[in-house]
C-alpha cells in the first residue's frame, strides 16, 4: 500500500488542530498587531522630539524633571523663555534618558564622592560660590590626564599661558595642571578674577571656557541686551555653539546633583577613593653638590608602602621615575 495514503489521517489531524489553534490564537494576533501599531506611533513621536512633539513631553515630565525656578550661584536662569527651557530639557535629556548618559552621570557621582569634599574647601576658603565644584564635569570629566586639541589639560583643562601666569609649573619634570589641589587653586583664581572683571558667575563660567576676548566682545556688541541673551540664546552669534552648549551642561549637571532622585538615580553612596594627598620634598645635603640632586621614585614609594608604579598612575603630573630636587604634591595610598 502507498505510504503516502498511511500518513493522510495524520496530516488530517495536524491540519484540524493547527486550524483550532490560530482560531483560538486570533485575539492573540490582534493584540499583536495593535502593540505593533503602537510601538510605530511612539516611535513617530520620538523622531518629532526635536520637532516640539509635547506629548511625548509630557509623558516624560516625571523623568525630565524641571524646578519651576533655577538660580546658578545665586543667579537666577531665565526659564520663562521657551528657548532656554527647551535647550535645558534636551540637554538634561541627553544625561539622564539614555543608557549610556545615565553610565557617565554614575562615574560623575563616583568621582565626586572623592574630589567632592576637597573642592568644597577649596571654595568655602576663597568664599566662592559652591556650585562651581561641578564646572569639572562639564571641563573633563573629571580627568586628570584629560589633554584638548587647544593643549588645555587636567581637571581644570588649563591653557600653557595661563597655567605659568597663576604660577603652576611645566617642565620636563612635572605638569601641575594634572594635580588636582594646585590646579584647583588656580582655576579658582582665575574664575575669580573673572567674576571680578564682569560681576557675575554667569559670566565668569562662560569666560572660562571661551576665554575673556570674546565675552568683553559680545559684551559691547550687546549693550542693548541683557547678558542672559548673549549666554543662553547667542545673541549675535559672537559665543559660539560649544560655549552655549557648555552654559547648559554645567547647569544640567547642577540639577543632576540636586534632584537625583527625581532623576531616578539610586541613592548610593560612593566611597572616596583610599588616598592621601602628601606635601614632599626632595633633598640632597650632604651629598656631592656636583652631582645632580635627584630621587628614585620607587625609593620615595618605598618610604610608604607602595611601588613606583603605583605612586606614578596616583601622580599623573609626574612625568617619570626620577624627580629633581624640590617640593611636590604626591597621592599616596593610606595607611590603615
Known amino acids: 500500500m502507498n505510504r503516502r495514503f498511511l ?20 485575539s492573540l494576533v490582534n493584540e499583536l498587531a495593535r502593540l505593533r501599531a503602537r510601538v510605530d506611533s511612539l516611535a513617530t513621536q520620538v523622531i518629532g522630539l526635536r520637532s516640539g512633539n509635547t506629548e511625548l513631553e509630557d509623558a516624560l515630565h516625571g523623568l525630565l524633571y524641571m524646578p519651576q525656578e533655577i538660580s546658578i550661584c545665586g543667579e537666577r536662569v531665565p526659564l520663562e523663555d521657551i528657548h532656554v527651557a527647551q535647550k535645558l530639557r534636551e540637554t538634561l535629556a541627553s544625561l539622564v534618558v539614555s ?43 573629571f580627568n586628570l590626564r584629560a589633554h584638548s586639541s587647544a593643549s588645555a589639560v587636567g581637571m581644570w583643562q588649563i591653557i600653557p599661558s595661563t597655567a605659568r601666569r597663576l604660577g ?24 575669580k578674577e573673572s567674576y571680578v572683571r564682569y560681576g557675575h558667575w554667569l559670566l565668569a563660567i562662560p569666560a572660562y571656557n571661551t576665554g575673556d576676548p570674546n565675552v568683553i566682545r559680545s559684551l559691547r556688541m550687546n549693550r542693548d541686551s ?27 549637571q547642577i540639577l543632576i546633583q540636586r534632584f537625583s532622585a527625581r532623576y531616578y538615580f539610586s ?70
Not at 11 to 23: G, Q
Not at 318 to 328: N, T
Request: charged content about 25%; some cysteine; glycine content about 6%.
Open 168 to 191: 603652576l609649573r611645566i617642565n620636563g619634570v612635572v605638569d601641575e595642571r594634572r594635580d588636582p589641589t594646585l590646579s584647583t587653586r588656580a582655576a579658582l583664581r582665575h574664575l
Open 7 to 26: 500518513n493522510a489521517p495524520l496530516f488530517l489531524m495536524f491540519f484540524v488542530f493547527s486550524s483550532k489553534l490560530f482560531a483560538q490564537d486570533t
Open 267 to 336: 541613592s548610593e553612596v560612593f566611597s572616596p577613593w583610599d588616598t592621601e594627598v602628601r606635601s614632599y620634598s626632595v633633598r640632597c645635603a650632604g651629598r656631592n653638590r656636583r652631582a645632580p640632586c635627584s630621587k628614585n621614585l620607587n625609593e620615595i614609594a618605598s618610604e610608604f608602602g607602595t611601588s613606583g608604579r603605583a605612586l606614578l598612575w596616583l601622580n599623573p603630573h609626574i612625568k617619570g621615575f626620577v624627580l629633581p630636587e624640590g617640593d611636590y604634591n604626591l597621592a599616596i595610598p593610606r595607611r590603615h
Open 99 to 141: 543608557r549610556s548618559g545615565r553610565q557617565r552621570v554614575l562615574g560623575y557621582f563616583r568621582d565626586l564622592a572623592h574630589y567632592g569634599p576637597f573642592l568644597d574647601s577649596a571654595l568655602q576658603r576663597e568664599s566662592m560660590c559652591t556650585d562651581l565644584k561641578y564646572l569639572p564635569i562639564v571641563e573633563s570629566e
Open 226 to 252: 541683557s547678558f542672559f541673551n548673549m549666554i543662553f540664546l547667542k545673541a549675535n552669534g559672537v559665543l559660539n555653539n560649544e560655549t552655549m552648549d557648555y552654559n547648559y551642561l554645567f547647569i544640567a
